[in-house]
C-alpha cells in the first residue's frame, strides 16, 4: 500500500445492517499512527462543532489506551477546539478500571491529563461536564482481599450510579443518547470493557447503560463499562486502532459482524459506524482492496 489515506466501504450488501444495530460500516486507513491521531482528533473537534449548529448539547464517550489518550492530546494541541462553545458538551466515558480515583490506571485521571483538565484550567470546559465513572472509596489492600460477593454488589451501586446520571443528564435530549463515543479495540477484539464470553456481554436490557465488569481477563478485574444496546444507541461509533498487534482483531471484526467470540463486532452506531486504524492495523485487511 502506498503512503496515502484509503477509504473503504466494509458493509456487505447481502447482511445489511450490523445485527441489529442501525449502522453501515465504514473504514478510513491512514499511512501512520501520528496521521491517524491528529485526523481522529480533527474529526472529533469538527464533528462536534458541526452538531452543536443542530441541537443545544452534544454528549461524547472517550475512550482510554494508547492510542485514545494519544488522540485526546492531539485535541488539546489542535487550533480546532477555537470554534466549540464547550460549555454546551458534556464528556462521558466508555469504560473503566474501578480502582482508586488518583490511580494512574483511571481513563478519567488519562483523559483529565492529556486534555480535559487543560480546558477547565482556561475556562473553556466546565467542571460539572466532565462525568467520571464512579472510582473504588476502597484501598487497593482492601479491595484485593474482599470476597467476590462484595466486589460484585460494590460493582452492581457504581454501575446504577453512573446509569442513573446518564438517564437524568440525557433526559433532557430529545435523542436522550450519547451523540458519539470513541473506542479502542483489544488484541483479542474486546472493546469498552467487553470481553469475549464474559458476563457483561449479555446485558440486553436498553434501560440498563451501565455495567459492572468482574473477572476481567485483563488488569485490574474490577471494571465499568457501558453496555452494547446502550453503545449501539450512539448516533456516531468511532472505532480507533492502531499497531500491528490490533490487525488481527480489526480484520476479525469486520469480517465477522455480531460474532460473540469478538465483542468489537458488535460495534455500531445508529448513524454511522467508523474504523480508523492506521496502515500497520489494516495489514490483514489487504484482502478488502482485492
Not at 462543532?49 to 489506551?65: N, P
Amino acid at each position: 500500500m502506498s503512503d496515502s489515506t484509503f477509504y473503504i466501504n466494509t458493509t456487505d450488501d447481502d447482511e445489511g445492517d450490523l445485527k441489529n444495530a442501525l449502522a453501515r460500516r465504514e473504514m478510513v486507513i491512514y499511512p501512520t499512527k501520528k496521521i491517524l491521531v491528529t485526523a481522529v482528533a480533527t474529526r472529533l473537534l469538527l464533528k462536534i462543532s458541526d452538531l452543536l449548529t443542530k441541537q443545544e448539547r452534544v454528549d461524547v464517550a472517550l475512550t482510554g489506551g494508547g492510542t485514545g489518550i494519544d488522540v485526546l492530546r492531539a485535541a488539546s494541541e489542535n487550533t480546532a477546539q477555537g470554534i466549540i462553545e464547550f460549555p454546551r458538551v458534556h464528556f462521558w466515558f466508555g469504560d473503566e478500571r474501578f480502582v482508586q480515583k488518583d490511580s494512574d490506571d483511571r481513563n478519567a485521571k488519562q483523559a483529565r491529563e492529556a486534555w480535559l483538565d487543560s480546558l477547565v484550567r482556561n475556562g473553556l470546559l466546565p467542571e460539572e461536564n466532565i462525568h467520571e465513572m464512579p472510582a473504588d472509596t476502597r484501598t487497593r489492600q482492601e479491595a484485593d482481599v474482599a470476597p467476590a460477593r462484595t466486589n460484585d454488589e460494590i460493582l452492581d451501586a457504581a454501575a446504577q450510579t453512573y446509569n442513573d446520571e446518564l438517564r437524568e443528564a440525557l433526559a433532557g435530549k430529545d435523542n436522550p443518547v450519547l451523540d458519539i463515543a470513541l473506542f479502542g479495540v483489544g488484541p483479542d477484539g474486546h472493546f469498552a470493557s467487553l470481553f469475549p464470553h464474559h458476563h457483561a456481554m449479555q446485558v440486553h436490557d436498553p434501560d440498563v447503560r451501565v455495567t459492572g465488569v468482574s473477572h476481567s481477563p485483563k488488569m485490574p478485574p474490577l471494571r465499568l463499562s457501558l453496555t452494547l444496546p446502550f453503545i449501539q444507541s450512539t448516533r456516531y461509533v468511532w472505532m480507533v486502532a492502531s499497531g500491528l498487534t490490533k490487525a488481527d482483531a480489526v480484520h476479525s471484526a469486520i469480517d465477522h459482524p455480531g460474532d460473540p467470540d469478538i465483542p468489537s463486532s458488535f460495534a455500531a452506531g445508529r448513524h454511522q459506524t467508523l474504523w480508523m486504524i492506521d496502515r500497520e492495523a489494516f495489514s490483514s485487511q489487504q484482502h478488502l482492496l482485492d
